[in-house]
């Protein structure tokens, strides 16, 4: 099926700066969600959107459902070096499928 | 505490032989998923399961069958039908009311 498009893929800061990543598809989605995994590890989830248009926080971190329906962007805010990781958006379908994006690696220099 | 286990973490087989993963939870999660995850790829679902006793295809399931006896359990086994076993499995599971929740994954290695 059709993953969903994240970007960027990589990303390399400055500790204290601020990041953005985004995920957008061609289909629309009722839920979008944000994962962080560590190496070797299962991904932990950070936000959870239900509704479009919907700004959630989580501490440092923000997320947005796009008001398409079809995109949502992750914020995280003063970075610090644990927040190195990999960061996934998922998105559930109305059949309930989910998709994934590939993944933005980021990586927090001190 | 409530959660997905996963085992074993890191698992070395040779190539033709069957092997089977492990997962566990005891979130009372009506339906359970098998992933498997490549580098530079999103999640790719392998099978998934919404009720004891009943499981169906993912977008891979090529190569792989599951079993779903108890609520808890959710196994996966890799055959010797699956051209290219070596990845990252993760085992995941959701209801109504929870989004999904991951297992800490089982690395796979095929030579």
């Known amino acids: 099926g059709q993953q969903l498009n994240q970007s960027p893929q990589s990303m390399f800061i400055q500790e204290g700066e601020d990041v953005s990543m985004n995920c957008t598809s061609s289909s629309i989605f009722n839920t979008w969600l944000w994962y962080k995994q560590d190496p070797g590890e299962g991904p932990v989830l950070l936000i959870a959107?239900?509704?479009?248009?919907e700004l959630t926080s989580n501490g440092r971190l923000t997320a947005q459902f796009g008001i398409t329906r079809k995109d949502s962007f992750l914020n995280i805010s003063a970075s610090i070096p644990s927040d190195v990781g990999i960061y996934f958006c998922a998105g559930l379908l109305d059949n309930n499928d989910m998709r994934f994006g590939a993944g933005t690696r980021l990586t927090v220099k001190p | 505490d409530g959660g997905i286990t996963q085992s074993p973490k890191y698992l070395f087989r040779k190539e033709g032989q069957n092997v089977t993963l492990s997962c566990e939870q005891n979130?009372?999660?009506?339906?359970m998923y098998w992933y498997r995850q490549d580098p530079g790829q999103g999640l790719r679902l392998i099978y998934y399961s919404q009720i004891v006793n009943d499981f169906q295809k993912g977008d891979i399931a090529e190569g792989y069958s599951v079993s779903r006896e108890k609520k808890e359990s959710f196994p996966l086994t890799v055959t010797s039908a699956q051209k290219n076993p070596t990845a990252f499995y993760l085992c995941?599971?959701?209801?109504?009311?929870?989004?999904?929740?991951f297992g800490n994954g089982t690395r796979l290695t095929v030579t």
């Open positions: 995941a599971s959701s209801n109504r009311v929870s989004p999904l929740h």
């Open positions: 979130l009372n999660h009506d339906a």
């Open positions: 959107l239900y509704k479009a248009g």
